[in-house]
Each structure stands twice: as C-alpha cells, then as structure tokens.
C-alpha cells in the first residue's frame, strides 16, 4: 500500500522567515495530494491540494510544489505569522473515494 | 466543516466495556471515515465507507466496528477487544473530489 513519509518532525522559524514541509510517496499511482493544518485540540482543516497533473499551486502565502518523476510534494509557507503555529499533515491518495494516507505530521512553530 | 458533527466530545470508558462513536454529516456526502490520532502522531485510518450498507477495513481495524445504515451516518464502536483504545478519534467525509472535511472529534479515555 502506499506509504507517505514526512520531515520535519518539528520546525521553528523566526516570524516572517519561510517554512518548507516535504513529504515523499511510494505509490506512483497516487495522484491528489492534499496539505491539513491542525491546531491543538481541533480537527485538521484542508489548506491547499494539488493534483499529479500539475506542478504547482499557490494560494496567497502558502504554496505546494510536486515532482512526480521523484514522488515528492513539498509545502511553501512565505512569510511566516505567528498563526500559522500548528500541526501539518500530507497526505496522497489514487483519488476517487480511495483512502487517504497522511503523513506523520509537521509541528510548526513561529517565534514572534 | 460544520456540517460534520460527532458526539460526544469526551467520552470515558471502563475496562471491558464497549462504547459507540456517533458520527453525523448533512453534507450529502457518499464516503465517510474514521481516523484514530494518538498523541504526537499522524491520522491511521480504522475504517471507510464509500456507500450505504457498505465498509472497508483501514490499516488498525482490530478491535472496532461500524455500521452505514444511512448516508448520514456511520458510527463506530471501540469494543472490549481494542486494548489500547485512549486517543482522539476524528470522523470524515467526502465527494468523489477526494477532498476530505473532518468532524470536530471525539477524545476517548479508558479509565
């Protein structure tokens, strides 16, 4: 099945500094790859999704980059707010209702 | 988001005893999900659900079951075989857009 790896464990950068999350898959069918940010003690809200037959997306200060040939996605945050403290997740699935598999998650943390 | 509701948001559990997870959405959602989440770590899938009167085993399925008797809903049961069941358990769902909208969560405790 397919296998979602994700590093950092944990990040600390300074407000208005970048954050860059990077996640790799191992099933080369898998073609949506969606990013959920989860702040403490609630659900994990979607933020930004990317589909295999595009290289990248952007929306405001968050991006996602995808490189099928080396199955890896990665997640831009420019401009980093204390706000954006939290948990991240990746996930990949085939798409369709195929399950979801995420990542171990990305801890966030920005130092006003 | 708040279409998606499970209840309750605590919930304590004695030694060999089994206790329900509901799960509700007015979505109009065909598939639905549940994830267990310990702390520190990622979401694990338990079971889904593409269609009423039908489910499918997730990765950690021991020790769970679920019904789908309706389209709105799809409860869990943490039963007397789980052994370990304290964690967060989160309820989703989606449309065939893969994109998926979680309920606000259940924390279990076994006491």
């Known amino acids: 099945g397919e296998n979602v790896e994700q590093h950092p464990s944990t990040l600390s950068v300074q407000e208005g500094d970048s954050a860059v999350i990077k996640c790799t898959y191992s099933d080369s069918a898998s073609n949506y790859f969606p990013w959920y940010k989860q702040e403490l003690g609630k659900r994990p809200q979607l933020i930004i999704d990317i589909r295999s037959n595009v290289g990248e997306k952007k929306d405001q200060r968050i991006a996602v980059t995808l490189n099928k040939t080396a199955k890896h996605f990665s997640l831009h945050i420019t401009e980093t707010q204390p706000e954006d403290s939290a948990v991240y997740f990746c996930a990949a699935s085939k798409g369709g209702y195929q399950k979801v598999t995420f990542g171990t998650g990305t801890k966030l943390q920005v130092i006003p | 988001d708040g279409g998606i509701t499970q209840s309750p948001k605590y919930l304590f559990r004695k030694e060999g005893q089994n206790v329900t997870l509901s799960c509700e959405q007015n979505?109009?959602?065909?598939?639905m999900y549940w994830y267990r989440q310990d702390p520190g770590q990622g979401l694990r899938l338990i079971y889904y659900?593409?269609?009423?009167?039908?489910?499918q085993k997730g990765d950690i399925a021991e020790g769970y079951s679920v019904s789908r008797e309706k389209k709105e809903s799809f409860p869990l049961t943490v039963t007397s075989a789980q052994k370990n069941p304290t964690a967060f358990y989160l309820c989703?769902?989606?449309?065939?857009?893969?994109?998926?909208?979680f309920g606000p969560g259940t924390r279990l405790t076994v006491l």
């Open positions: 659900s593409q269609i009423v009167n039908d489910f």
């Open positions: 989703a769902s989606s449309i065939k857009t893969d994109t998926q909208y």
């Open positions: 979505l109009n959602h065909d598939a």
